[in-house]
Structure formats: C-alpha cells, structure tokens
Nanobody
Framework: VQFVESGGGLVQPGGSLRLSCTGSGFTVSSYAMSWYRQSSGKERELVAIIRTVAASTEYAASVKGRFTISRDNAKNTVYLEMNSLKPEDTAVYYC???????WGQGTQVTVSS
C-alpha cells in the first residue's frame, strides 16, 4: 500500500497550488482521507479531512476558507486545492487515510517571494 503525493513547488504569497494524492493498493473511495503537513522543527499537523458520508469535509482553523479537499473516485485520487497561500503554509504535505495508516514521501510546498 502506498500514497504518492505530487503537485508541490515554489509559489509566491497569495498564489495557488493543487496537490494530488494517488493510492496504490488502496481504494480511496472506501475510506475517509486526509491531508497533513509538517514544517521544519514542528510536529505534523492535520490540515483537512474528507469523509465517505456525503463527502463531508473538515479543516484546520489555519486553512479554513483557503484550502479545499476533494476526491475523484474514478481516478482513485484525493486533491488539496490551496489558495491565498501564506509563508506559514510552507511545509511537506502528506496525504493519508483518516485515521492515518501509511505515510508516503510527501510533497514540498514553499511559499516565498
């Protein structure tokens, strides 16, 4: 089982990125899925959850209104749309089931001018 994250990069403050996560050997439609992030020197934090029931979503207060989690079951992929990015959003972003099961390599997001 593996989660492969992609879509990170360097973006200016106020910019946008869309992260993707594909499950290998794991059917994302069958589970609640989540995105986490970890900044240098800090603990990993939960950013967003998308549940199986009605695809309901939950967000950390720090990203609410700016980030959107979604899934495409046909592509077995979970997305994190990030808008109005701030320097404090800089981190390695990971997707996982919720509760978390298997950690991938993550994708680096750097917000800097």
């Amino acid at each position: 089982v593996q989660f492969v994250e992609s879509g990170g990069g360097l973006v200016q403050p106020g910019g946008s990125l869309r992260l993707s996560c594909t499950g290998s050997g794991f059917t994302v439609s069958s589970y609640a899925m989540s995105w986490y992030r970890q900044s240098s020197g800090k603990e990993r934090e939960l950013v967003a959850i998308i549940r199986t029931v009605a695809a309901s979503t939950e967000y950390a207060a720090s990203v609410k209104g700016r980030f959107t989690i979604s899934r495409d079951n046909a592509k077995n992929t979970v997305y994190l749309e990030m808008n109005s990015l701030k320097p404090e959003d800089t981190a390695v972003y990971y997707c996982n089931a919720y509760p978390p099961r298997y950690w991938g390599q993550g994708t680096q997001v750097t917000v800097s001018s």
